[in-house]
């Protein structure tokens, strides 16, 4: 595969990610409970990658061991069951593109973490960049949504998006494993447990889910999330972890072209402010220099 091909790899899985902000919105404002969206898409996600499974087989020395046990229970738990739970519920409270550009925050949540987990230093530019984000993300949070919609669901969102900042420090430690093994076990039991937590705990009657509306959660999921990832995968094993990273950074950008083409969603002064400082902390934060050896390959 050649650089220009890895290159477009990484753009379109973040089309494709990007896409799901508006749609993930236009399924939820039809009243879909939040759980079982979220557990429809990584199910939907877990068919996606143990297809690609079936045949691609990984090395015998690649597959999960007892030893990873512990580490792959932590990235279930925290990016499979607890982060889409909060971010889904604050995303049905707040504009497409505003989750689009708090996700943003995911990066400063997961070196955070990477800080105490694994004793990093923090050079100078990547503390302005943290910077640049967090003004970012605060500006975008104040440019939500007026009424309870700005309280909850930015902060929802955010907890979700520090979930998955955890999960990401998790599945580092098992990165030299399969990738799809990972993703579809995290994408199965995440479904499930979800689809469970809302049986368990909703006060409701289920939703009427007709034929169309299983089918476009099921496309989103794969495609959105479950190809989107794929291609972000091999985008990483042509063109290397950071080249793809910052193109798969421009997600936000083709989330916010998208809210407005299929929801009419207009971006505030703040939201617009926030985009811009949020941009430039994920450019510079991306562009920086690491030292051979230091970098880390995304799980």
């Known amino acids: 595969m050649t650089r220009a091909s ?18 993930a919105k236009a399924l939820l404002n039809r009243d879909l409970p939040p ?34 046990l512990k580490w792959l229970a932590g990235a279930i738990l925290s990016g499979g069951i607890l ?15 505003v989750g689009s550009l708090l996700a943003t925050t995911e990066i400063i949540f997961t070196t955070a973490i990477a ?15 943290f910077l640049l984000i967090i003004s970012g993300g605060v500006a975008v949070a104040l440019g939500g949504e007026r009424g309870e919609g700005s309280m909850w669901g930015a902060p929802l969102v955010v907890a979700g998006f520090l979930m998955w900042g955890l999960d990401n420090n998790f599945t580092t430690r098992i990165a030299h494993r399969d990738p799809l093994q990972i993703s579809m ?13 809302w049986w368990a705990f909703a006060n409701e009657e289920p939703p009427a889910l007709d034929a169309g509306m299983i089918a476009a959660i099921g496309a989103v999921g794969a495609i959105c999330f479950g190809l989107s ?7 990483m094993r042509s063109i290397g972890a950071s080249r793809s990273a910052a ?6 950008a083709f989330a916010v072209v998208l809210s407005f083409a299929l929801l009419a969603e207009t971006p505030n002064g703040w939201a617009i402010a926030g985009g811009i400082f949020v941009t430039a902390g994920v450019a510079s934060y991306l562009t920086r220099k690491v030292k051979p050896g230091a970098e880390r390959t995304p799980g």
């Open 247 to 252: 193109l798969f950074g421009t997600n936000p």
């Open 83 to 97: 982060a889409p739970g909060l971010y889904f519920y604050g995303q049905k409270l707040v504009a497409a593109h």
């Open 229 to 235: 990832l794929t291609l972000f995968i091999y985008s």
């Open 35 to 68: 759980l079982i969206l979220a557990g429809g898409f990584y199910l939907a996600q877990a068919v996606v990658f143990g297809a690609i499974r079936l045949v691609h087989r990984a090395p015998i020395d690649q597959r999960i061991t007892r030893g990873d």
């Open 6 to 23: 890895g290159a477009v790899l990484a753009l379109v899985a973040a089309l494709f990610y990007g896409a799901s902000f508006p749609l």
């Open 115 to 129: 800080l105490w987990f694994f004793k990093e230093r923090l050079s100078r530019r990547e503390a302005v960049s």
């Open 185 to 197: 076990l995290k994408g199965l039991v995440g479904g499930l447990a979800n689809l469970a937590l």
